[in-house]
């Protein structure tokens, strides 16, 4: 008798362990899709610099985590949880940007504060990205500032970006893709300014 209620009660609780496991493994996330800003090729400037060192990419810390931001319209941030950056945003955008005003400045060399080249500027550039998240008509906003110290200089020069880029397509991919837009014209500005010394 003790024993067949002894048995009753471990083939309950090996009834409900085994409907605990498969709701668990329902509800189990997927590994995350990994994205990467792309670098956008731009116009070429022979005047600039011979030495440009990006030295600082400060990002909000709002977009300081591995899921990619949809938004920040209407008070609330909107994340795309299964969505995330290859690697930390700030660390991308120096990348990229540094891939890019090396491609738009040919005859200069351009260095990263973090790169293991290292040599004295001719020119530093200082970036406070302030925003790149969609607002409510789902195109990307790039708002940012920048600071540009030419080597001689006492005062840097100092410039405000907003700059925008549609949505191609929806979800991540299309966001992404005008992230990368973005920050391609965000280069031309900057090389704008390199070369206007």
Not at 107 to 126: H, K
Request: glycine share 6%.
């Amino acid at each position: 008798m003790i024993l067949a209620v002894v048995v009753r009660q471990l083939s309950r609780l090996i009834a409900t362990l085994g409907v605990i496991a498969v709701l668990a493994a329902c509800g189990a996330s997927k590994d995350p899709l990994l994205y990467t800003i792309a670098p956008v090729n731009g116009t070429t400037q022979s005047h600039a610099p011979k030495i440009v060192l990006l030295e600082t990419v400060d990002i909000p810390r709002y977009l300081d985590r591995a899921q990619i931001v949809r938004s920040s319209e209407d008070y609330r941030l909107d994340l795309k949880t299964d969505d995330w950056w290859g690697e930390p945003l700030a660390a991308m955008l120096r990348r990229v940007l540094q891939q890019e005003l090396g491609q738009r400045l040919p005859a200069s060399v351009v260095l990263s504060e973090t790169g293991a080249v290292s040599a004295s500027p001719d020119a530093t550039i200082d970036v406070d990205l302030q925003r790149l998240d969609e607002d409510a008509s789902g195109t990307v906003v790039l708002q940012a500032q920048v600071s540009v110290l030419f080597k001689g200089a006492k005062q840097p020069v100092l410039r405000n970006f907003r700059l925008t880029a549609p949505t191609s397509a929806p979800g991540a991919a299309g966001e992404v893709a005008a992230i990368s837009n973005a920050v391609g014209q965000f280069a031309d500005g900057l090389t704008a300014m390199l070369a206007a010394r």
